[in-house]
């Protein structure tokens, strides 16, 4: 089956700690993306990359860090610097990040709690 | 402003309605329009491209209007299976492939 995993469905984080989000894609897509999601708000960009070892920040990059050292891989790490990580956090490829219009397909989400 | 604005609801409907949403956008020189539809805890997943000519699906029509700059969805002989969230979304210009999504319009329609 083709399409995009993330992994864990669910996270849970303590005060102070990082947590690495994964998402893997096999679509063969070069663009991926990470959005984030509050209760009854659209989605905001935190980060994508176009190509692999690129990636650029998005709205809402700070607290955030990116790596897109595998074509097929754009983990997401929350950092102790994100003051208010609590959100549904989706991944998603499209096959480029440059031209206007592509389809964005979306992985089944993770949902990071604050203890 | 908000970039793209949308009534957030909830719509409720009876089975067999037809309904619209609207939404509008704030960049007059805004590209690209789509539909997408998130069911409750699920990802986004897309419904519709909106053309400039308006497109039909099924029941479903998309329509852009660039003078008032607002596009809707309009969902004849609404299903139960209907009730979801939609998303507009616009991909802004010179900004390549990227999106700006609406906080949502959430449906539910009802037996």
């Known amino acids: 089956d083709g399409g995009i995993t993330q992994s864990p469905k669910y996270l849970f984080r303590k005060e102070g700690q990082n947590v690495t989000l994964s998402c893997e894609q096999n679509?063969?897509?070069?663009?991926m993306y990470w959005y984030r999601q509050d209760p009854g708000q659209g989605l905001r960009l935190i980060y994508y990359?176009?190509?692999?070892?690129?990636?650029q920040k998005g709205d809402i990059a700070e607290g955030y860090s990116v790596s897109r050292e595998k074509k097929e891989s754009f983990p997401l790490t929350v950092t102790s610097a994100q003051k208010n990580p609590t959100a549904f956090y989706l991944c998603?490829?499209?096959?480029?990040?440059?031209?206007?219009?592509?389809?964005?397909?979306f992985g089944p989400g993770t949902r990071l709690l604050v203890l | 402003r908000k970039e793209v604005e949308q009534d957030p609801g909830p719509f409720n409907v009876p089975e067999g309605a037809t309904v619209a949403f609207n939404c509008t956008y704030s960049n007059s020189a805004s590209q690209s329009f789509f539909w997408y539809r998130q069911d409750c805890r699920k990802e986004p997943k897309l419904l519709m491209s909106?053309?400039?000519s308006g497109n039909e699906d099924g029941r479903f029509t998309a329509q852009l209007n660039r003078a008032s700059q607002y596009i809707s969805l309009l969902i004849r002989d609404s299903k139960l299976s209907d009730s979801a969230t939609y998303l507009c979304v616009v991909n802004p210009p010179n900004a390549g492939n990227m999106l700006t999504f609406g906080g949502g319009t959430r449906l539910m329609v009802k037996p």
């Open positions: 998603a490829s499209s096959i480029s990040a440059g031209l206007a219009g592509e389809t964005q397909y």
């Open positions: 679509l063969n897509h070069d663009a």
């Open positions: 990359s176009q190509i692999v070892n690129d990636f």
């Open positions: 909106v053309y400039s």
